[in-house]
C-alpha cells in the first residue's frame, strides 16, 4: 500500500512517541526513521505540537475502528468488553516494554502541563463511553460509569505494573482476574450491582 509522506510521518512519530515519549522525540529522530530531509519536513509539519495532534487524530480514529470491529464480531455486550480486556494480552510484549500508549501519552502531557491533553484525553472517554454502554446492555444502567472507570484504572493499573515489573505473566494473571470479575456482572440476576469492585 503506497502512503503518503505525511501519513509516514503520523506513522513514525506515533510509534516513536509511544516509545521514547513525546518530549525525547525530535525532529530529526522523525526525520531519520521517515528518511526525509527536514525542509521537506517541515513541508508537511511545522511544528513538533503539530505533529502531536495529528498522531492524537490518528490513534482516535484507529481507536473508533476497533470499538466498530468489537461491535461486529461481538454478539453480546460481554464479548465486546471481553475484546477490551484482552487487548491486554494480545499487546503484552508492547505493554511489558513500553506502557500503555493511552496511558503513558496522557500522564506525560500532564507533567508537560501540554496544551494537547485535552485531546490526547479523548482517547480515554472514547473508551469510558464505549464501556459504559455496554454495560448499559448488560442491564447495569445505573452503574455503568462506575464499571466503566474501574474496568479503565484497572486496565492502567495493569499495564504500569507490568511496564514497571518487566511482566507478561502478571497480565495473564490480571487478564484472568477481570474475565472472573466481568463474569460477576454478566451471572448476577439483580440489577443492584452488588459485585465488589
Known amino acids: 500500500?503506497?502512503?503518503?509522506?505525511?501519513?509516514?510521518?503520523?506513522?513514525?512519530?506515533?510509534?516513536?512517541?509511544?516509545?521514547?515519549?513525546?518530549?525525547?522525540?525530535?525532529?530529526?529522530?522523525?526525520?531519520?526513521?521517515?528518511?526525509?530531509?527536514?525542509?521537506?519536513?517541515?513541508?508537511?509539519?511545522?511544528?513538533?505540537?503539530?505533529?502531536?495532534?495529528?498522531?492524537?487524530?490518528?490513534?482516535?480514529?484507529?481507536?473508533?475502528?476497533?470499538?466498530?470491529?468489537?461491535?461486529?464480531?461481538?454478539?453480546?455486550?460481554?464479548?465486546?468488553?471481553?475484546s477490551f480486556i484482552?487487548?491486554?494480552?494480545?499487546?503484552?510484549?508492547?505493554?511489558?516494554?513500553?506502557?500503555c500508549p493511552v496511558g503513558t501519552?496522557?500522564?506525560?502531557?500532564?507533567?508537560?502541563?501540554?496544551?494537547?491533553?485535552?485531546?490526547?484525553?479523548?482517547l480515554f472517554t472514547l473508551f469510558r463511553l464505549w464501556l459504559k454502554r455496554q454495560f448499559e446492555l448488560l442491564g447495569h444502567k445505573k452503574n455503568a460509569d462506575n464499571l466503566a472507570m474501574h474496568l479503565l484504572a484497572r486496565s492502567q493499573g495493569i499495564a504500569t505494573l507490568s511496564s514497571a515489573f518487566h511482566d507478561e505473566k502478571f497480565i495473564k494473571n490480571e487478564v484472568n482476574d477481570l474475565e472472573i470479575w466481568l463474569s460477576l456482572y454478566v451471572n448476577s440476576t439483580s440489577k443492584s450491582n452488588k459485585a465488589v469492585l
Open 1 to 82: 500500500m503506497n502512503i503518503s509522506k505525511r501519513e509516514q510521518i503520523i506513522n513514525a512519530s506515533d510509534k516513536l512517541f509511544y516509545q521514547q515519549g513525546f518530549e525525547h522525540t525530535s525532529f530529526a529522530h522523525i526525520a531519520k526513521v521517515v528518511k526525509i530531509s527536514r525542509g521537506n519536513f517541515y513541508y508537511h509539519f511545522k511544528t513538533k505540537d503539530e505533529i502531536l495532534d495529528a498522531v492524537i487524530s490518528y490513534r482516535l480514529s484507529k481507536t473508533n475502528e476497533m470499538l466498530e470491529s468489537w461491535e461486529i464480531k461481538g454478539e453480546t455486550p460481554e464479548n465486546r468488553i471481553r
Open 86 to 99: 484482552n487487548i491486554l494480552v494480545m499487546n503484552r510484549s508492547k505493554i511489558k516494554n513500553y506502557g
Open 105 to 122: 501519552l496522557c500522564s506525560e502531557l500532564v507533567k508537560l502541563n501540554h496544551p494537547s491533553l485535552k485531546h490526547a484525553n479523548e
